[in-house]
């Protein structure tokens, strides 16, 4: 059996339009993609943002109106909503440096790195902050649609919605998060989706692409 490589399952990609709501990402899927997006690297290993996985058909359809009623998100059987820290604070980067230890011992060095790290995130705007870990969330995701396409699921990344009301639909207010940006996951309807006949549009690798010898 030929073995699909990881540029052919990129092609076969798409942001999917249409999704077939008869049909449910597998539970072992899902699964696969979640832990791929726990794994995706993260400044200084911070991880500072949370991923929700959204089934219930409610509150899916709630999101749904505050996303300018985009389809996937109620055809689709999961919704996987990335939501980065408001802010960093002194107990959040305790907790992560808490983590470092327990996995690997009381290192030297180790105090100093994250006190280094507290003096130079804490006193920022708190809008600062969301913005760079808001940009670690798209690093997941960017691992989650790789990890989507490797087990021939379909997604659909999204930023057109109204943060503030998903944050309400969720509760996320409340934990401290901001969502940031949203991806269904389920299967194409090759009956439905206009894109899906439309061939894989890119710049040419000569003009994305600069070599600095």
């Given at each position: 059996?030929?073995?699909?490589?990881l540029?052919?399952?990129?092609n076969?990609?798409?942001a999917?339009?249409?999704?077939?709501?008869?049909?449910?990402?597998?539970q072992?899927?899902?699964?696969?993609?979640?832990?791929?997006?726990?794994?995706?690297?993260?400044?200084?290993g911070?991880?500072?943002?949370?991923l929700?996985?959204?089934?219930?058909?409610?509150?899916?359809?709630?999101i749904?109106?505050?996303?300018?009623?985009?389809?996937?998100?109620?055809?689709g059987?999961?919704?996987?909503?990335?939501?980065?820290?408001?802010?960093?604070?002194?107990?959040?980067?305790?907790?992560?440096?808490q983590?470092?230890?327990?996995?690997?011992?009381?290192?030297?060095?180790?105090?100093?790195?994250?006190?280094?790290?507290?003096?130079?995130?804490?006193?920022?705007?708190?809008e600062?902050?969301?913005?760079?870990?808001?940009?670690?969330?798209?690093?997941?995701?960017?691992?989650?649609?790789?990890?989507?396409?490797?087990?021939?699921?379909?997604?659909?990344?999204?930023?057109?919605?109204?943060?503030?009301?998903?944050?309400?639909?969720?509760?996320?207010?409340?934990?401290?998060?901001?969502?940031?940006?949203?991806l269904?996951?389920?299967?194409?309807?090759?009956?439905?989706?206009?894109?899906?006949?439309?061939?894989?549009?890119?710049?040419?690798?000569?003009?994305m692409?600069?070599?600095?010898?």
């Amino acid at each position: 059996m030929t073995q699909t490589t990881l540029l052919e399952q990129l092609n076969w990609r798409y942001a999917t339009k249409k999704m077939d709501p008869a049909r449910a990402v597998p539970q072992d899927k899902v699964d696969l993609i979640v832990e791929a997006i726990r794994m995706a690297p993260t400044s200084s290993g911070t991880q500072p943002f949370e991923l929700i996985v959204v089934t219930n058909p409610e509150v899916r359809q709630n999101i749904q109106q505050a996303a300018n009623g985009q389809s996937p998100i109620t055809d689709g059987s999961h919704l996987l909503v990335f939501a980065a820290w408001d802010t960093y604070t002194e107990a959040r980067i305790d907790a992560v440096k808490q983590l470092n230890v327990d996995a690997r011992g009381d290192l030297p060095l180790i105090d100093q790195y994250y006190g280094n790290l507290k003096a130079n995130y804490v006193p920022r705007p708190a809008e600062v902050n969301y913005a760079h870990a808001a940009r670690q969330a798209y690093i997941a995701l960017g691992v989650a649609l790789v990890a989507a396409a490797e087990q021939e699921v379909d997604s659909t990344p999204m930023e057109g919605f109204d943060p503030a009301k998903v944050d309400e639909i969720l509760g996320l207010t409340d934990r401290g998060l901001r969502s940031v940006v949203l991806l269904p996951l389920g299967y194409r309807d090759p009956t439905g989706d206009w894109l899906l006949p439309m061939g894989k549009v890119r710049k040419s690798r000569d003009a994305m692409v600069t070599f600095v010898d």
